[in-house]
């Protein structure tokens, strides 16, 4: 989740649209990517993970997950 505070953080250096973020990653990269969806968007989850989620879930506009878990 420090990824994506530090994106936040820095949205207006980096031109990022903080209200439009999509999650992405390759084999472990999209496992990570679906573990954090599901934080984002399941507050039970995120409480028995003991983690904040770094977004809200209407931040979360998609999952590109290539070679990943099946969710």
Excluded at 7 to 25: D, E, M, R
Aim: aromatic share 8%.
């Amino acid at each position: 989740m420090s990824a994506l505070d530090f994106l936040k953080s820095n949205a207006q250096l980096y031109h990022i649209n903080i209200s439009n973020f999509i999650l992405a990653g390759d084999s472990g990269g999209a496992h990570i990517s679906a573990q954090a969806a599901s934080i984002i968007v399941s507050p039970s989850y995120s409480e028995l993970m003991s983690i904040k989620p770094a977004l809200s879930p209407s931040q979360l506009s998609g999952l590109i997950l290539y070679y990943g878990p099946m969710i």
